[in-house]
């Protein structure tokens, strides 16, 4: 993290050229969460208060730079994106510092104006951690119908779940890579596969890999995206590796000024070694075992331009299992 702060005190003290070359931008939202009696908010609750800044430009017709700050938990604010880049051209740019790992399509892109969900997809929170962002170097680039990228850096520390492990200074001697191809099928149909590969410990002994793939089609005013995604760990001998997979499917009608929402999300997950009370390879946790079902309906309204008022119902599912924590959700996301 302290090469981060470097490169962000190198950019703000920029800032007076930085200004006249390149934009700044930003973004908040509030949500409203009210649900069933064992559902998180039973009496109802405001929460989950977002704040972003965005300063992003280039210096010359090649180099170009963004630094972005988002608040986190607690309004904690930290560096969600801090890089500067070279573009040869289309078919290759690349950008060195932090930057937000092109895994998918849903982390590039999860910031409340640009997701119709108020709630992160059931795989993808379980899958890494939110924002998941990473230190290092990454080469992007697109050729006809190809689309790639490629990326090298510290990687995820070993946590509780996958959802832990953020870091931004390497842990082990391992370093982390990984990238995403798509291929543009038509101009209203992509589809991409992500991977990722490193050591998660301290002892470089635990690979973590994660595989995934995603689809986005649009006809007209319909828009179906979807997203699979595979984590898996290895765990000491004799637990099996835990592993958590699932996917979801998003579709999207746009009637104007309102978009009608609904997804289906499944998620199914099991390790033996971590979860609850871990505490490293001396203090196994309780393991987990998790399997979800949830359909999402909602409706997403442009009240003006970058002001957006979100309202779905979350009915979550688990198989064999009556549960009461369907939760109704509401958030205000503007965009300036």
Known sequence: MRRAAVLVLVLLARAPSLLAEGAVGGYFSLDFLRGQSAAFAPHGSVENLQAGLILSGTWSTRLGYALEVRSKENMRFEVEQAWAGFAWSDALQVKLGIFLVPFGRFNAANRPFETPLVRTPVPIAAAFPASWRELGAMAEGKTGFLRYSAWIGNGLAEGPDFASGQQFSDNNRNKAWGGRLGLMLDESFEIGGSYFSGKADASDERALT??????????????????????????????AAGKAEGWFVLGSYDLGSVNAVVSYQKLSYTDGFHGPGFAGPAGPGLGISDERRAWTVGLTAALSAGFVLKAEYDFNKEPRLELKNDVFRAQVAARF
């Open 210 to 239: 994660k595989m995934g793939a995603d689809a986005v089609w649009t006809n007209g005013a319909l828009r179906l995206t979807a997203e699979y995604v595979k984590s898996e760990i290895a765990n000491p001998e004799p637990v």
